[in-house]
T-cell receptor
Framework: QKEVEQDPGPLSVPEGAIVSLNCTYSNSAFQYFMWYRQYSRKGPELLMYTYSSGNKEDGRFTAQVDKSSKYISLFIRDSQPSDSATYLCAMSARPGAGNMLTFGGGTRLMVKP | GAGVSQSPSNKVTEKGKDVELRCDPISGHTALYWYRQSLGQGLEFLIYFQGNSAPDKSGLPSDRFSAERTGGSVSTLTIQRTQQEDSAVYLC????????????????FGPGTRLTVL
């Protein structure tokens, strides 16, 4: 079993919908949680970075971490066609350089106009 | 732009040949990482450099894989005697270095090199 599980999708939603993307993990040492967005044939770019449990909001994006359930979520409000991409969750036990990130397999999202 | 660059963007090679992939990190970033992304898979960590040294080589899949970094900047990932299972996108990322307690150590990724071994 993988350390980080993520539904590969594809997830297809209409423009304006609220999108919920999720990851589960098994390593209780993970404390730093990230969401990356990856467009086709591009490198991943960091969207959200959270530490420990709780919520973090940035514009249309909200990241939630529930360490007790080993479950993290990314919500996208008012989804746009430009949000169509693969979303990767990543997590680490330590901050700072050399903190090996463990990635989920990514969820492909398609937002239809 | 001043982002992470990688070359070549695409590489097609025959089984058994050696390949060399290059990464130019963001200027001033002391930490550099190599990852591999296979179709439908997440990113697999390969190796991490702090400056020119590699404190963590745990992700290299076999002794056919090696990497070096010179001058605290450019890094090359070398795959010897390539096999078809080496086909993947090889991603390089860099970050500022030590980072702050509690986070603040974003890894910036390059566009990747798509390697195809025939």
């Amino acid at each position: 079993q993988k350390e980080v599980e993520q539904d590969p999708g594809p997830l297809s939603v209409p423009e304006g919908a609220i999108v919920s993307l999720n990851c589960t993990y098994s390593n209780s040492a993970f404390q730093y949680f990230m969401w990356y967005r990856q467009y086709s044939r591009k490198g991943p770019e960091l969207l959200m970075y959270t530490y420990s449990s709780g919520n973090k909001e940035d514009g249309r994006f909200t990241a939630q971490v529930d360490k007790s359930s080993k479950y993290i979520s990314l919500f996208i409000r008012d989804s746009q066609p430009s949000d169509s991409a693969t979303y990767l969750c990543a997590m680490s036990a330590r901050p700072g350089a050399g903190n090996m990130l463990t990635f989920g397999g990514g969820t492909r999202l398609m937002v239809k106009p | 732009g001043a982002g992470v660059s990688q070359s070549p963007s695409n590489k097609v090679t025959e089984k058994g040949k050696d390949v060399e992939l290059r990464c130019d990190p963001i200027s001033g970033h002391t930490a550099l990482y190599w990852y591999r992304q296979s179709l439908g898979q997440g990113l697999e960590f390969l190796i991490y450099f702090q400056g020119n040294s590699a404190p963590d080589k745990s992700g290299l899949p076999s002794d056919r894989f090696s990497a070096e970094r010179t001058g605290g900047s450019v890094s090359t990932l070398t795959i010897q005697r390539t096999q078809q299972e080496d086909s993947a996108v090889y991603l390089c990322a860099s970050s500022e270095g030590l980072g702050l307690a509690g986070g603040g150590n974003e890894q910036f990724f390059g566009p990747g090199t798509r390697l195809t071994v025939l």
